[in-house]
């Protein structure tokens, strides 16, 4: 059941950043890129727990790395468009 679950998290933040390329207006963009953090960080989780539970055999290492930095992009993008709109 938590593969499903990191399968749709995981494609959930490609398909939140897609659409954000046609977002209506900055709040719509930051509202999708918001989304797709949230998700980044909830497919994070799944991997953990799959891993630490020996639920999968591979090592997941490599991906966790990889989401942390999907995580710090996607967090910049988050904060700097706040900030854009506030001022």
Known sequence: MSSKQLLRSGT???ANIEESGAAQSKRDFLSKMSIASKEAREAKYWLRLLNENKLIQIN????????????NILTRIVKTTSQNLKN
């Open 12 to 14: 959930s933040i490609g």
């Open 60 to 71: 997941v290492d490599e991906y966790l790395g990889e989401i942390d930095q999907i995580i």
